[in-house]
């Protein structure tokens, strides 16, 4: 029943900028944190950023501080990742899912198909 799907990647050169969506049904929207995730080839999926259920609160992995920013929109049941000077370390399927309390850790078992994201130097 939970559904999770990511959009918004692509091919951008270094520096570049992207804008990610994850479109949510199936979660309790309005009570769970939420959170972006991202697995490059041959590596372990890894914590990227997440934001509280209110909106108040925010953490990012330190690779991407200062460069990347999530939001939410309630009304929309949508996540949204904004990364600015991108860096082909960034190079990643990046995945969406709601966040168990007080951790860096994916609430749902199942994810979505993930968005491609590919920076160029």
């Known amino acids: 029943q939970v559904q999770l799907v990511e959009s918004g990647g692509g091919l951008v050169q270094a520096g570049g900028s992207l804008r990610l969506s994850c479109a949510t049904s199936?979660?309790?929207?309005?009570?769970?944190?939420m959170g972006w995730f991202r697995q490059a080839p041959g590596k372990a999926r890894q914590f990227v950023a997440s934001?509280?259920?209110?909106?108040?609160?925010?953490t990012y992995v330190d690779a991407v501080k200062g460069r990347f920013t999530i939001s939410r929109d309630t009304a929309k049941n949508t996540v949204y990742l904004e990364m600015n000077s991108l860096k082909p370390e960034d190079t990643a399927v990046y995945y969406c899912?709601?966040?168990?309390?007080?951790?860096?850790?994916?609430?749902?078992?199942?994810w979505g198909q993930g968005t491609q994201v590919t920076v160029s130097s």
């Open positions: 899912n709601a966040m168990q309390s007080s951790s860096y850790y994916p609430l749902f078992g199942s």
């Open positions: 934001i509280s259920w209110d909106g108040r609160r925010t």
């Open positions: 199936g979660v309790a929207f309005n009570i769970n944190a």
